[in-house]
């Protein structure tokens, strides 16, 4: 079969409002599905078929993460307005991470892993704990407040300036800085916002150069301190290139989607009273809270992959360079592995075991971090809280509409001091 036999869904049809519902009914009716759009970037064939997902992941030979929709957005040759900034900055995508594959994916990953070890991420509890603090006391008498704003986007803003040895007083430009490189990413974003964020980008490049001639001046046990002076065997250093587009990646993760990873947990214990109260009288069920919270609303829900070789999934034939994207939501909802898939349920044995963070080689490297954020709030939040409640009726709680990503828009909160 050709995927041009595939029933076919517009993309941006598709991506309008969340498609969480649409996803789980496509499973069942159409689990192999051909996007189409006028714009050729959005062409894709769409894969929401937990098998077959895994298949795609476990063959990056086949399907690789490179030279694909999403990662083109970065290139100097995106529009001739990106070309021009990027030149005048001398600046051009480095591939790292998410956006690479083979010994160079292997050898970047290994340098970075170090730096995002448990035992790293535990030192900076302490002073994460205190950004919890100052943040829960501006608000700590309780009443009606948007958690999205008051807290869910501050801290993760907080954490990554610091971890980028930025300044205090830099916090808002990153949140700036976060916001044009996440909606860039978005393939239902415009071109004029791909060329926004590229201005953005270089200016991040600009201030990160400068921490990166003074490295001294960096405090102990910071990432971009950890990813400078990172070293393994029989292989280089990571290049300024790659610290730079690193930085650039961890950013918009440490950003945006640990914000909707805060906001989507506060957001379950506020539907969900019982819970709630279960939480506070053992905390030691908070780290399961954790992992329940991020297999039903992971912030990213989409991987993109480009074909390598003509290739077939179930009859359909795949073209060497053409797209397809998979959907990790639709792995976390699978009934077979999670039973009552979209019941949030603390003593699951397979607890740990969903795909939010990927799966393979390109395992969120940033996870436990991640979880650390997470855990911290919740603790802080049940212990000075006696009550989260929702504001006004949660069916009228905006999600910010898009495809590659699931974030609340705002969170309205009545909190009651303990």
Same mark, same amino acid.
């Given at each position: 079969?050709?995927?041009?036999?595939?029933?076919?869904?517009?993309?941006?049809?598709?991506?309008?409002?969340?498609?969480?519902?649409?996803?789980?009914?496509l499973r069942d009716e159409a689990p192999l599905l051909r996007l189409t759009s006028a714009d050729p970037n959005k062409n894709l064939v769409l894969f929401t078929d937990p098998a077959d997902i895994l298949a795609i992941?476990?063959? *990056?030979?086949?399907?690789?993460?490179?030279?694909?929709?999403?990662?083109?957005?970065?290139?100097?040759?995106?529009?001739?307005?990106?070309?021009?900034?990027?030149?005048?900055?001398?600046?051009?995508?480095?591939?790292?991470?998410?956006?690479?594959?083979?010994?160079?994916?292997?050898?970047?990953?290994?340098?970075?892993?170090?730096?995002?070890?448990?035992?790293?991420?535990?030192?900076?509890?302490?002073?994460?704990?205190?950004?919890?603090?100052?943040?829960?006391?501006?608000?700590?008498?309780?009443?009606?407040?948007?958690?999205?704003?008051?807290? =869910?986007?501050?801290?993760?803003?907080?954490?990554?300036?610091?971890?980028?040895?930025?300044? /205090? &007083?830099?916090?808002?430009?990153?949140?700036?800085?976060?916001?044009?490189?996440?909606? &860039?990413?978005?393939?239902?974003?415009? /071109?004029?916002?791909?060329? #926004? =964020? #590229?201005?953005?980008?270089?200016?991040?490049?600009?201030?990160?150069?400068?921490?990166?001639?003074?490295?001294? &001046?960096?405090?102990?046990?910071?990432?971009?301190?950890?990813?400078?002076?990172?070293?393994?065997?029989?292989?280089?250093?990571?290049?300024?290139?790659?610290?730079?587009?690193?930085?650039?990646?961890?950013? =918009?993760?440490?950003?945006?989607?640990? &914000?909707?990873?805060?906001?989507?947990?506060?957001?379950?214990?506020?539907?969900?009273?019982?819970?709630?109260?279960?939480?506070?009288?053992?905390?030691?069920?908070?780290?399961?809270?954790?992992?329940?919270?991020?297999?039903?609303?992971? /912030?990213? *829900?989409?991987?993109?992959?480009?074909?390598?070789?003509?290739?077939?999934?179930?009859?359909?034939?795949?073209?060497?360079?053409?797209?397809?994207?998979?959907?990790?939501?639709?792995?976390?909802?699978?009934?077979?592995?999670?039973?009552? *898939?979209?019941?949030?349920?603390?003593?699951?044995?397979?607890?740990?075991?969903h795909s939010t963070f990927g799966l393979g080689k390109h395992f969120c490297i940033g996870n436990q971090l991640a979880r650390r954020e997470m855990t911290l709030t919740l603790e802080s939040l049940l212990r000075r809280f006696s009550d989260i409640r929702f504001a006004k009726d949660q069916a009228s709680i905006a999600?910010?509409?898009?495809?590659?990503?699931?974030?609340? =828009?705002?969170? *309205?909160?009545?909190?009651?001091? #303990?």
């Amino acid at each position: 079969m050709n995927v041009t036999d595939l029933p076919a869904r517009d993309y941006d049809e598709l991506t309008t409002g969340c498609p969480f519902s649409t996803l789980r009914r496509l499973r069942d009716e159409a689990p192999l599905l051909r996007l189409t759009s006028a714009d050729p970037n959005k062409n894709l064939v769409l894969f929401t078929d937990p098998a077959d997902i895994l298949a795609i992941i476990n063959d *990056p030979e086949t399907f690789s993460s490179t030279d694909h929709a999403q990662s083109r957005r970065f290139d100097s040759d995106f529009t001739p307005k990106t070309a021009c900034v990027y030149a005048g900055h001398q600046t051009n995508l480095k591939p790292v991470l998410v956006w690479s594959d083979g010994v160079d994916h292997q050898r970047v990953r290994r340098l970075v892993h170090t730096a995002f070890s448990v035992p790293r991420v535990n030192a900076k509890s302490p002073y994460i704990q205190e950004f919890v603090d100052e943040l829960i006391n501006d608000f700590q008498s309780g009443g009606t407040l948007d958690f999205v704003e008051r807290y =869910a986007f501050l801290l993760p803003s907080r954490v990554i300036t610091r971890e980028l040895g930025l300044q /205090p &007083a830099d916090v808002p430009l990153v949140q700036d800085i976060t916001n044009a490189i996440s909606a &860039a990413m978005d393939l239902a974003s415009p /071109p004029e916002v791909v060329e #926004a =964020a #590229a201005d953005v980008v270089v200016r991040l490049h600009d201030m990160l150069r400068h921490r990166l001639d003074n490295i001294d &001046a960096l405090p102990e046990n910071c990432l971009l301190r950890d990813l400078v002076t990172a070293r393994i065997e029989d292989a280089p250093a990571l290049s300024r290139d790659e610290l730079l587009w690193l930085s650039t990646l961890l950013l =918009a993760a440490g950003g945006h989607t640990s &914000a909707a990873m805060i906001g989507w947990s506060v957001y379950l214990l506020a539907e969900q009273p019982d819970i709630q109260a279960r939480l506070r009288a053992d905390p030691s069920l908070i780290p399961a809270f954790v992992e329940e919270a991020l297999r039903l609303h992971g /912030p990213v *829900p989409t991987t993109y992959r480009t074909v390598t070789r003509d290739t077939r999934i179930r009859d359909v034939e795949l073209k060497k360079g053409s797209w397809v994207i998979v959907r990790w939501d639709s792995v976390n909802l699978d009934e077979r592995k999670f039973p009552e *898939p979209e019941t949030l349920d603390l003593d699951r044995p397979n607890i740990r075991q969903h795909s939010t963070f990927g799966l393979g080689k390109h395992f969120c490297i940033g996870n436990q971090l991640a979880r650390r954020e997470m855990t911290l709030t919740l603790e802080s939040l049940l212990r000075r809280f006696s009550d989260i409640r929702f504001a006004k009726d949660q069916a009228s709680i905006a999600v910010i509409p898009s495809f590659d990503g699931h974030m609340l =828009a705002e969170l *309205p909160l009545t909190l009651v001091p #303990a």
